[in-house]
């Protein structure tokens, strides 16, 4: 792989010496639209993904600091589910043509922030590993990071904050 020139992103290999970055969201409300936090309720929080994948690439984190499922309560595994099962509308409506949804447990499951468990709900596009990935090993990321997070903070309201 060819390496590229990319200092934008030093913030996520740089440690925090503050404690662990998702706490530090979940305990700063005030902080919810620098911090790009389209979803909020008692037992978790929505953001969006700072190093996304593709467009619009959500995390959905208990706000209970715990780095592997079976060490929540059922009462907050299953909201986390729950969650995540209302915002899939919202990354369709937002454009996705598909969507890969999982959880990387721990370091050697492959968490980059493997201390604080969160879900990754990121959506896919016709085309997202295109000729670029194909050959040069590199992925363009072609929208503006805010417009993108301020639409997908109207659609959370559509989708999130309904009961059904």
């Known amino acids: 792989m060819e390496n590229i020139y990319a200092p934008w992103r030093s913030q996520y290999f740089e440690k925090s010496k503050e404690g662990c970055v998702f706490c530090k969201i979940s305990q700063n409300t005030q902080d919810d639209e620098k911090n790009a936090v389209f979803y909020r309720d008692s037992l978790c929080y929505g953001v969006m993904n700072r190093f996304p994948y593709t467009p619009a690439h959500l995390l959905f984190i208990p706000h209970i600091h715990k780095d592997s499922p079976e060490k929540f ?92």
């Open 73 to 164: 309560s059922e009462e907050v595994w299953l909201h986390l589910h729950k969650i995540v099962y209302k915002a899939i509308p919202i990354l369709y409506e937002y454009g996705a043509q598909g969507i890969n949804f999982g959880i990387n447990i721990k370091k050697a499951g492959g968490a980059g922030i493997p201390e604080h468990l969160h879900l990754h709900l990121l959506p896919r596009y016709n085309g997202d590993t295109n000729f670029i990935t194909s050959i040069m090993d590199s992925r363009v990321y072609g929208v503006d990071f805010f417009k993108t997070y301020q639409k997908i903070k109207l659609l959370a309201q559509k989708y999130l904050y309904k009961e059904k």
